[in-house]
């Protein structure tokens, strides 16, 4: 992936010496353009990130990972398209807030991340990446999480209702009403037909009868006149294990609940 023009690859390695140029000028320097900047975080193949360039010409998207052999496979195929409007980032995702300047993100996409039920400071729905997710996302930004698992949703259900963050869509059966019902009320940012973008692992778990969640919420930039990275507050709630693990792997933790 090193040849291709729509592929960066920081990881902490490289980021350690030498800082990101195009920190805050993605449109200038890259997209050409002064359309809104979409980040799909934990890509894998990237099926989000070129599905939702397809659907809207009008915006840029990027895909994050640091698993260069999966992001192949997306950064391939918006090459062979011709997709102008998609990038791919590979780097830790716990430094994305270098990659990014305060405002210069819209959206943020979360689909089918890894749970990360041992530890709460590495789910990418955590305050831990909400305070660094808060660095660039715009004021009332909006965020997406689409998963398979029972454990990340009830976590971030816990996380938007303690910090009393915006909601506009909660579902633990997303498949079970008709996805038009699910559009945001303002149509400014990506919704209901991005819901029906399935990716290869989404159709496995579906053919194996789980059901998939969505969670719609918005990071303002206050939370009672606090800064949100300041007032963020972690939920200390117990939280039922996952009996299985995402990619056809067994459960290796015998615990029942998250505490």
Same mark, same amino acid.
């Given at each position: 992936?090193?040849?291709?023009?729509?592929?960066?690859?920081?990881?902490?390695?490289?980021?350690?010496?030498?800082?990101?140029?195009?920190?805050?000028?993605?449109?200038?320097?890259?997209?050409?353009?002064?359309?809104?900047?979409?980040?799909?975080?934990?890509?894998?193949?990237?099926?989000?990130?070129?599905?939702?360039?397809?659907?809207?010409?009008?915006?840029?998207?990027?895909?994050?990972?640091?698993?260069?052999?999966?992001?192949?496979?997306?950064?391939?195929?918006?090459?062979?398209?011709?997709?102008?409007?998609?990038?791919?980032?590979?780097?830790?995702?716990?430094?994305?807030?270098?990659?990014?300047?305060?405002?210069?993100?819209?959206?943020?996409?979360?689909?089918?991340?890894?749970?990360?039920?041992?530890?709460?400071?590495?789910?990418?729905?955590?305050?831990?990446?909400?305070?660094?997710?808060?660095?660039?996302?715009?004021?009332?930004? *909006?965020?997406?999480?689409? @998963?398979?698992?029972?454990? &990340?949703?009830?976590?971030? $259900?816990?996380?938007? #209702?303690?910090?009393? !963050?915006?909601?506009?869509?909660?579902?633990?059966?997303?498949?079970?009403?008709?996805?038009?019902?699910? *559009?945001?009320?303002?149509? @400014?940012?990506?919704?209901? &037909?991005?819901?029906?973008? $399935?990716?290869?692992? #989404?159709?496995?778990? !579906?053919?194996?009868?789980?059901?998939?969640?969505?969670?719609?919420?918005?990071?303002?930039?206050?939370?009672?006149?606090?800064?949100?990275?300041?007032?963020?507050?972690?939920?200390?709630?117990?939280?039922?294990?996952?009996?299985?693990?995402?990619?056809?792997?067994?459960?290796?933790?015998?615990?029942?609940?998250?505490?």
């Amino acid at each position: 992936m090193a040849t291709y023009p729509h592929v960066f690859e920081y990881p902490f390695s490289v980021v350690d010496n030498v800082p990101f140029a195009m920190r805050g000028q993605w449109r200038e320097q890259f997209f050409r353009n002064e359309n809104p900047i979409v980040l799909e975080l934990g890509c894998g193949r990237g099926e989000y990130a070129v599905g939702l360039a397809r659907r809207y010409p009008d915006r840029n998207f990027i895909g994050v990972d640091i698993k260069g052999a999966r992001m192949w496979s997306g950064a391939t195929e918006a090459l062979h398209e011709g997709l102008k409007n998609v990038a791919f980032l590979r780097t830790n995702i716990e430094m994305i807030d270098r990659f990014f300047a305060p405002g210069e993100v819209s959206e943020i996409w979360l689909t089918f991340s890894d749970p990360q039920m041992k530890k709460a400071t590495k789910r990418l729905s955590s305050t831990y990446f909400l305070r660094r997710y808060r660095h660039f996302l715009a004021d009332n930004g *909006v965020i997406h999480l689409k @998963t398979d698992s029972n454990f &990340l949703f009830t976590y971030t $259900r816990y996380v938007v #209702e303690v910090n009393h !963050l915006p909601c506009e869509v909660c579902t633990d059966d997303l498949y079970a009403q008709p996805l038009e019902t699910l *559009v945001a009320p303002d149509s @400014t940012n990506t919704s209901s &037909l991005d819901l029906s973008i $399935r990716t290869y692992y #989404e159709q496995q778990w !579906l053919d194996r009868g789980l059901t998939i969640k969505y969670l719609r919420f918005r990071l303002p930039a206050t939370l009672n006149e606090i800064p949100t990275e300041e007032a963020l507050i972690e939920p200390e709630i117990e939280i039922e294990l996952d009996d299985y693990r995402s990619y056809n792997r067994q459960k290796r933790s015998t615990r029942a609940t998250s505490l």
